[in-house]
């Protein structure tokens, strides 16, 4: 059965269809499987060109192909689309990777405003915003209305003080980064940005594709997206005023340390107290006593050996914390043996260890000095790396006091 009959514009309606139906229910919809090679691109978006070409071929003779009635490839679905001025490419070869992703994350198409050097936040306070749903397990989609509340009142917070406030478009032109997709607009009305009462209307919903979701699920590479979006286009934000904002908080400090509230009471009489339901993280406690043997309950920052009713006294400190957002393991290579102070600077973000084993201050105000390591206590670097990042974001925060 020949492709001959498709149109430019047959192409161009199957694409609008995928977007607003969404790539799974698309790919059912019309029983096709997920491209094993070629994909088209068009606007920084990847399509499932084999599935693309036999629906387009539907909107251009009322005859839907399904997959055993075509084979795809090079000489077939790949050549009809680049004879009608589409790019077609390798899909194996360019699957999105950790480095793709912080790539298109540093390549966004951020627009400037008249007289104004500074690219628009709109698009980088976005994606922090649906980056902090991710790490809080929430939706991967969400309905505009939603979106419209949350991240409008986000840009006039944190936006260009010259720069309205217009959540619309990077609701709609997040596409763009190939990392986002939006789902419930009529074809009719995807040929261009739609206007705000087509998105009243319809509700549609957008967020995150699913290949870069699944890839921001995991925290390390959540961090690195995080880390890449606030130094390459919010170097000017009072970042810790930002994540607090949207919910990102536990990114200001390493995971460990206690937020102690200021007295609520009267000053009167007994302290109140109220009921409450905790769930803790369980720690193992033998590995708590390990690190502190191993390293003879000296810190390994300071050197300080404390004794407290005449015993030894040191805490176990975890390199990368433990529970939301940074989900680090309970094992001996995420331990340190630290005593107070230092354990209090470590997980405030206040010092750090450097790729050559030195403990440096985040704001350049010590002297750098080794970390001492016990031959037989292991530590990961790559954990060590984490809180290092941590330490770089954080490390423009104002003081207080």
Known sequence: MGLGDIRYEDIIAATDEFRRLGRDDFLQTYGFGRAMSYELVLDGLRYDSKAIVGVAHGYATDDFLRPKDFSGGAATVAR???????????????????????ERLRTLKVSRGPGSPAPSRHQPLTLLWAIAREADERPRMTPWPRFRDEVGPLLVEFGLSNAKATPEY???????????????????????????SILDAHHPR?????????????????LDAIAT??????????LQALFERIGMDGYTTAGSLL???????????PAPRRDTTRSVIVRDVSLARKVKELEDDRCQICGTALRYLDRPYSQAAHIRGLGKPHHGPDELQNLLCLCANCHVLFDGLEIYVDADGLV??????????????APAHPINDAHLGYHRDLCRINARRPTTG
């Open 206 to 222: 957008a967020g995150f594709t699913e290949e870069a979701a699944a890839l921001l699920g995991d925290p390390v590479a959540r």
């Open 259 to 269: 937020n102690l509230a200021e007295d609520e009471g009267s000053g009167a009489g």
């Open 80 to 102: 009809c689309l680049r004879e009608l001025g589409f790019v077609v490419e390798n899909g194996e070869a360019t699957t999105l990777s950790r480095t793709g992703l912080l």
């Open 229 to 238: 979006i606030c130094e390459t286009y919010l170097e000017d934000v009072d």
């Open 170 to 196: 990077p609701f709609w032109h997040l596409r763009g980064s190939g990392l986002w997709e939006v789902h419930g607009i009529p074809a009719e009305s995807a040929k261009k940005m739609p206007m705000m």
């Open 360 to 373: 440096r201050g985040a704001r350049n105000t010590r002297e750098p000095r080794p970390l001492r390591r």
